[in-house]
Every structure is written in structure tokens, then in C-alpha cells.
């Protein structure tokens, strides 16, 4: 079987140039799509797309059956056997369908284009959700040294655009798993990231059970800045504490109220606390 070269670096050359490439050789060499053995195939470990919906496969199973096999899958050869680059639900119909063969285009690739030609293909047919599309491209950075940059450009959108989705793998596990699920939204996962893990789980736990919109979420991890602030001092105050910090070398702060006020002095060791104590005793109070 004759296998074509899908290596390079930018999208054309990962994506574009190989299905154009195809054509071409298709057209120069009288190719065709080879009938390769669906037991042969393994699933490529790099594929993005975790939740495949099994009525989705059903239904495409029966158009297949209806109208047969119209778009290949790509595969590349490994020892014999072939791994799936692209058309993973194509591949899970004809195991439905019980059927031996399935057509397919083989060609030359690494591990690196082939794990990019399956997280591209997935981002443009926007078969992902945020979050599996936030851990495929962290996959890329992590496992082939790609920078934010360099996945922007493979996958065409902008680099906020990636760095974003990034940042989704920052989520506590409950959060990614329903965002996965499409019980939330990007925008919920967004509102609770500079959170403590357990706060994103007892937002995002709230907001499943209540449906609460994106503005709602928002509005809850907002900073209240309507609270009346505590630390409003008036001149003579804050001229005293800084009078006494000096006289004891220590931070002196004073709560003064209504029916009188706190003087607090703040040490960090004993030490510290009866070298403070001995510059009270030598004050003349006279």
C-alpha cells in the first residue's frame, strides 16, 4: 500500500496539504482509498473527543448502511495495525454495523502530526467541548514542547483564545467533569478559576442543581466592595500608631470606637514580645 507524507509544521502543511496532497497524488497516481480491516484499527490515544454520544453513532450507522461509506477515515501504519488519525464515529458505525472492511486513507505521520491532525480536525468540525478541547491542547504543550503561540497557530484561533481554554485545566476535577458533560458552560467554569478547588466545587455544585446563569455564578464570586470598609482611621489615629510602632519597634494598630477601642501589638516571637514589654517599662510616664 502506498502511504502519503503528512509531515511539515503550521496547519497547512499538518492538514491542509495532506488531504490536498491526497488529491493531487490521487489524481497523478490513479489512488484510491484503501479497504482496510476495522479489527485492525486502534483508537489513537491522542484523540480529544472523550464522549461520543451513542445515539449519534446509531444514526450514523444507519445513514451508512442507507447510503454506504461517503468520506474515508485517515489512519497511519504502526506494526501491522493502523492507528485512527480521523473519522473515529465512522469507525465506531461500522463496528456497530458488524462490517469487516471500512475505507481509508493511509499516510505517513509521526506521533507529534498525528496527534495534531486529530485535536485540528476536532477543533474545526467543533465536535469539542471546552473542556476536552482545553485538555487537548494542554496535551500538545505538555507532550510536544508546543508553545501557546505554536498552538494558535496549528489550530487558528487567536492566542487569548487558546491561553483561555488553557487555563480550564486549572478546575477542580468536579467542575472539568461537568463541564465535559455540558452541565455547564465556559463561561460558569470561567467565573470560578481563581477560586480554591473546594469553593469551584460548592459554586459549580450550586449552580448544576439551581441552573444558575453565567451572571449569577459572577455575582457570587464577585469581591464585595459594598461593605463598609473597617480600616477608615482618622489622622490622629493613625499618626498615634505610627508614634508608638517607632517607640517599640513593633506594628501597632488601634480599633477605636463609640465606647472605646483595642490597641493591638503584633510580635512573632517571645523574644521579640519581652523586648516590647521591657520598652514599655523604661517609658517615663511622669
Known sequence: MTKRKALGSGLDSLLS???????????????????IQVHKIERNRHQPRKIFREDEIKQLAESIEQNGQIAPIVVREINNKYELIVGERRWRAMQLLKKDNISAIIIEADEKTSAVLAIVENVQREDLNSMEEAESLQRLISDFG??????????????????????????????????????????????????????????????????????????MTRP?????????????????????????????????GKRGGVVNIKYSSMPELEGIIDKIRQIDLN
Open 17 to 35: 496539504s495532506t488531504t490536498k496532497s491526497h488529491q493531487k497524488n490521487n489524481d497523478k497516481n490513479n489512488e484510491s482509498p484503501q479497504q
Open 146 to 219: 508546543m508553545s501557546h503561540e505554536d498552538v494558535a497557530k496549528y489550530i487558528c484561533k487567536s492566542r487569548t483564545h487558546v491561553s483561555n481554554l488553557i487555563r480550564l485545566n486549572e478546575l477542580c476535577d468536579y467542575a472539568k467533569d461537568q463541564l465535559r458533560l455540558d452541565k455547564i458552560s465556559m463561561g460558569h467554569a470561567r467565573a470560578v478559576l481563581t477560586l480554591s478547588h473546594e469553593d469551584q466545587m460548592r459554586i459549580i455544585k450550586l449552580c448544576v442543581s439551581r441552573n444558575l446563569s453565567v451572571r449569577a455564578i459572577e455575582k
Open 224 to 256: 464585595n466592595k459594598t461593605k463598609p470598609k473597617l480600616n477608615d482611621k482618622d489622622q490622629d489615629t493613625v499618626i498615634l500608631e505610627r508614634e508608638l510602632t517607632e517607640a517599640l519597634g513593633a506594628k501597632i494598630t488601634i480599633k477605636h
